[in-house]
């Protein structure tokens, strides 16, 4: 799920890596991180009633990680939202259990907070309250404000700005530790580019 090589940020940045989550694309690899999720869920110990997946990618974690959930002893309901307003039928943007209680969003990144903002506004629309947000991979890389490097990441501005705690399931740290482990010396040779990234954008 992790590529090496020049990929272009949507903040215009030249990364040394990218995380694509779409590349959970069987049973057994979104099994597996949806066992991720639900561990390091429970590990936080966050109370939360409901899971909201926003579309895309959130709709099949917030379904997977409710089954993994379920599994591990927390059966939770969850819901996603549609991009486009459904005319017909039971109408609306909302599908799933009625979005009530305490509702933790999932997400696989969080690049600008745009979704995330999204999310709390739909959930605030339907009466309930936003308390969490889990991802997959957290860059801890600045965010960008009006073109510019601003002083927090992404995840610290939805922590701060929107007050609502993030738990990830892995870090930028943690995939340099991982890097300069030895246990993948052809991965390892990755190491000095993503260490130059992170010492330039990190926080």
């Not at 966050?46 to 899971?51: A, G, I, Q, R």
């Not at 629309?125 to 965010?143: F, H, M, N, S, W």
């Not at 939805?158 to 991965?187: F, K, N």
Request: glycine content about 10%; some cysteine.
């Amino acid at each position: 799920m992790l590529r090496f090589g020049e990929f272009k940020t949507k903040a215009g940045r030249l990364s040394p890596y990218f995380f694509n989550a779409g590349l959970f694309n069987d049973g057994a690899k979104l099994g597996r991180l949806a066992e991720f999720y639900a561990h390091r869920l429970l590990d936080a110990k966050l109370e939360f009633d409901m899971l909201f997946g926003p579309a895309y990618k959130g709709i099949t974690l917030a379904a997977a990680v409710s089954i993994e959930l379920a599994r591990l002893g927390k059966n939770v309901p969850y819901a996603y939202n549609r991009k486009e307003a459904k005319d017909h039928g039971e109408g609306g943007t909302l599908v799933g259990a009625p979005v009530q209680g305490r509702v933790l969003i999932i997400d696989d990144v969080i690049s600008a907070g745009t979704s995330v903002r999204e999310s709390i506004a739909m959930i605030q629309a339907a009466g309930a309250t936003p308390c969490g947000v889990a991802i997959a991979l957290d860059r801890q890389e600045k965010a960008t404000e009006n073109g510019n490097d601003a002083p927090y990441s992404a995840v610290q501005w939805v922590e701060r700005q929107l007050g609502l705690p993030v738990c990830a399931i892995a870090t930028l740290t943690d995939l340099l530790q991982y890097l300069q482990s030895g246990s993948d010396a052809q991965l390892g040779t990755h190491f000095a580019s993503v260490a130059a990234y992170r010492d330039r954008y990190g926080v």
